[in-house]
């Protein structure tokens, strides 16, 4: 051995051997720790898989019944099926043929004037009714 270097090395005596084994009983505690880490992301690698998988399968559902609700809007559109209710119902609905003067632009529309008064003199237990209200 070189002087200046010092190693662990196992003694005749009784404190070498205690020593190792101190060491051995640490290296044992770390690989069973590392082995419970390692289970327990699989295991919630595996649950975050099937949550997935569920997702994709109620997003799969999803765009079926968008797909089926597009086709039961293309069928209630069909302009025959309209003029048919149209053609049923005109004497309760009254319907007029749309003029090119009804077709307008927003910004034409005027603006809906607004009216602030005080709502009724109910009040809620004295704590909103104290204020007044926008209609």
């Known amino acids: 051995m070189r002087p200046g270097f010092h190693t662990l090395q196992p003694t005749k ?7 190792l ?4 009983l640490v290296f044992m505690f770390t690989v069973v720790v590392g082995a419970v880490a390692v ?13 997935v998988s569920e ?7 999803e765009r079926e019944d968008i797909r089926w609700y597009k086709a039961q809007w293309s069928a209630l559109n ?5 003029q048919g209710v149209v053609d049923r ?17 927003l910004d034409a529309l005027p603006m809906k004037p607004v009216q602030l008064e005080p709502a009724a003199h109910d009040s809620m237990g004295g704590y909103a009714g104290a204020l007044p209200a926008v209609r």
Do not use: C, F, W
């Open 78 to 82: 069909q302009p025959s099926r309209l």
């Open 21 to 24: 084994r101190i060491i051995n």
């Open 89 to 105: 119902y005109n004497s309760y609905l009254q319907l007029e043929p749309l003029g090119a003067e009804q077709i307008t632009t």
């Open 55 to 61: 997702l994709q399968r109620q997003i799969e559902k």
């Open 13 to 19: 005596g009784l404190g070498g051997n205690v020593l």
């Open 39 to 51: 289970y327990d992301m699989k295991m919630s690698t595996e649950h975050l898989n099937d949550r």
